[in-house]
């Protein structure tokens, strides 16, 4: 138990999440992203996760994170935004780490416009959650839980 309560599990966000809440609310909600960083930061203390949340805008510091990512937490929370669908730095930084990724969507990106549904991070996920809402982000924390648990 020690083992799981230090665990630390890193969630990246991309471009134009920050302004969550505000932006387009009959795709994405109503929720802001801090509204969303409180639920996973909540519900990660109740499993006993350490959440490191955060949010940018640039391509390159997602590529850091995701390396950092790889030396310093037991899992990765990704919803990579337009990058998602335009990134190969990305789906490069994410074969090159062992720590495994979940891929988080707000949206059913397969039910939107055609040029969102290719992933260039699917492949190299551990999983993906799509179309949940905000409640995808939790569900990524159950799925990296169960993934830890198992490994120990
Ligand atoms: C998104 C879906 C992407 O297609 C879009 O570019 C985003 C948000 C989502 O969470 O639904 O910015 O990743």
Same mark, same amino acid.
């Given at each position: 138990m020690t083992e799981k309560t230090s665990a630390r @599990?890193?969630? %990246? #966000?991309?471009? #134009?999440?920050?302004?969550?809440? *505000?932006? +387009?609310? +009959?795709?994405y909600g109503t929720n802001? %992203? $801090?509204d969303i960083e409180?639920?996973?930061?909540s519900h990660g203390a109740n499993l006993g996760l350490a959440v490191d949340f955060r949010q940018t805008? !640039?391509? $390159? *510091?997602?590529?850091e994170? %995701? !390396?950092?990512?790889?030396?310093e937490f037991a899992g990765i @929370? %990704? #919803?990579?935004?337009?990058? *998602?669908? *335009?990134?190969v730095a @990305?789906?490069?930084?994410i074969a090159a780490i062992k720590t495994p990724v979940v891929e988080v969507h707000l949206s059913n990106i397969y039910k939107r416009e055609e040029y969102r549904h290719h992933s260039f991070v699917s492949d190299v996920a551990a999983g993906v959650i799509c179309g949940f809402g905000p409640a995808g982000y939790v569900l990524a924390i159950d799925a990296l839980a169960g993934m830890l648990r198992d490994q120990s």
């Open positions: @599990i890193l969630v %990246l #966000n991309g471009p #134009n999440l920050n302004l969550l809440g *505000t932006r +387009e609310p +009959e795709t802001s %992203l $801090g409180t639920m996973v930061r805008n !640039q391509e $390159g *510091t997602l590529v994170w %995701l !390396q950092e990512g790889g030396r @929370i %990704l #919803n990579a935004a337009a990058y *998602t669908h *335009t990134s @990305i789906h490069d930084a």
